[in-house]
């Protein structure tokens, strides 16, 4: 073997090995790009387990449809204007905060509907074992520890209700009260195992994937199985007709979507901060023309919880207001 044959040869090996290393290099950075960013029921997601069909869906037959991307105790209660009267949060990767859970009380008690698809009751903050429980021995695993040591949403509403594991995924015929007819199929993977005395008003295969459960005027609807809103679960079977029918027969027809606790929370400019900043301050009144009045100002009331109650009203100004105030705005500024 010649000398300029050995290096065709080494190079064409050393650049062989190259390509295989690349490719299994390539294989690891997409499977952890998809685990970690693209697996989850968002409907900014149009992978299998994106939820953007259901989105897409719902504008075209619910009264209106959009993501919600901001802390849940900035939803308006449905005596308000235009206020969605159904909320949607699908396996949530964010814990609800104590604010948020109590401000979502309120939103169900006015006549909410938190149709809440999650397979560990979302979880609310971290509680500390107690020394007298770290001494009890038992067998359960560390995961079940933990998940025991967290407070769930859920948990104040239905204290018992217990998932099943996820299994692999099975098509189904649906019955129950939620169930607009009779040939529905759904797609499922994870069921409740304890249910309490709960309305159950979905089961597949005589299990129950759905309850109710009412708080005031309003209720939530429990859903163990998160994959249920998916893209691949809306293409393989009619979960898309059920999800639909839950929102369209409750109160206004009006959904949100959570993607706030997704992580896409909105993201707020330098100057829209200061605005709102200032408004807390109690700069508050506003005219584009003192001459012709000013058509929509700006009042804020202290409430009894110590947050603000921003309330935009229509009217004439009164001459007391400034000329060198800024002009008025053509829509309400987003609540920070």
Known sequence: MTARTYNRLTATAAT???????????SFSARETTELIQQRPST??????????????????????????????LLSLLSQTDAASTLIVAGPRLPITKSEAE???????????????????WPTRQRPAADDERAEPDIKTPEEKREEQVEKFLSRYAPMLRWTKPAKF?????????????????????????????DIIAEVNNQAVAVAIPVGQGRIVAVADPTMVSNGSLRKADNAVWLVGLATTWANGRVLFDEYHHGFGQKRGTAELTRAFLMTLGVGACCSSPRRGCSTFLRIEGASDGSLNRSWQTGRAHWSCSRRAPACFKRPPRAV
């Open 170 to 198: 099975r098509i189904d015929p649906a019955s129950g009260t939620s169930v607009p007819a009779a040939d529905i199929k759904l797609r499922w993977q994870r069921s409740f195992t304890q249910t309490q005395d709960l």
């Open 16 to 26: 062989a090995i190259f390509v295989v290393l690349s490719v299994i290099l390539a």
């Open 103 to 121: 401000h979502l009380e309120r939103w169900l008690n006015a006549g909410g509907q938190l149709i809440l698809l999650t397979g560990n009751g």
């Open 44 to 73: 900014f997601f149009t992978d299998p387990t994106g939820a953007r069909a259901l989105l897409m869906v719902m504008k075209r037959f619910v009264a209106a449809a959009e993501p919600w991307r901001r802390p849940l105790n």
